[in-house]
């Protein structure tokens, strides 16, 4: 079964400060892994997603997310945090042949100036 | 393009009450989905639909019904409203189900009160 932790519910930073966003996973199989922002009273929006090419992936507005199977970890990364970087970030995991997203309990990222 | 898109944004509803949240997207996408989203819970899957004319439950079906009116349009009705059913719905579509590398794409949500 398909099952995300993310392990922290808030993080908070200060402008300019490196983000890192932890997600760790647990799959049957080779896992595809997401990670979706959620601006405040908006919809979902696809940041990046792992699909078994690159370890290091690279996503929209400065994010990025490392692979590790080892470790079972798909940790969100940003060098330089910016104001509007604050919302709810989600980690996401599916399986090949599931229809199903498991979401995490998603990570509330507060950047302060 | 307008991806994905909810009617209503907001509703309250009394218990007992029916109502149907309407979905379209004009991205012919094959699969869509409902979730609903509650506070520290995440998303939680609802009903899918893989193609035009199937439909299937999701993780938390209970209470609600659905429609795929058409490839473009996928509707979530509540038959008897329950302050349970408090929560964001949102919508989503992809183009295959299954594959487990397709990207859902969001609608902007529902906000239902149920009092």
């Known amino acids: 079964a398909q099952s995300v932790t993310q392990l922290d519910s808030h993080v908070s930073v200060s402008e300019g400060t490196p983000v890192l966003l932890r997600c760790n996973y647990s799959s049957s199989y080779s896992p595809s892994l997401f990670w979706y922002v959620q601006h405040p009273n908006k919809g979902l929006q696809l940041l990046l997603k792992?699909?078994?090419?690159?370890?290091l992936v690279k996503g929209i507005n400065g994010f990025e997310a490392e692979f590790k199977k080892s470790e079972t970890s798909f940790h969100l990364t940003k060098p330089s945090a910016h104001m509007s970087d604050a919302a709810e970030y989600f980690c996401?995991?599916?399986?090949?042949?599931?229809?199903?997203?498991?979401f995490g309990k998603g990570t509330s990222l507060l950047v302060t100036p | 393009n307008a991806g994905v898109t909810q009617t209503p944004k907001f509703q309250v509803l009394k218990t007992g009450q029916s109502m149907t949240l309407q979905c379209a997207q004009d991205?012919?996408?094959?699969?869509m989905y409902w979730y609903r989203q509650d506070p520290g819970m995440g998303l939680r899957l609802i009903y899918y639909?893989?193609?035009?004319?199937?439909?299937d439950k999701g993780e938390v079906p209970n209470g609600y019904n659905v429609s795929r009116l058409n490839k473009r349009e996928f509707s979530l009705r509540l038959e008897s409203a329950a302050p349970s059913q408090t929560s964001v719905y949102f919508c989503a579509s992809s183009e295959v189900v299954g594959s487990g590398v397709d990207t859902q794409y969001f609608g902007p949500g529902t906000r239902l009160t149920v009092l």
């Open positions: 639909s893989a193609s035009e004319g199937t439909t």
């Open positions: 996401v995991v599916s399986d090949w042949g599931s229809y199903a997203l498991n």
């Open positions: 991205m012919n996408h094959n699969s």
């Open positions: 792992y699909t078994s090419a690159a370890t």
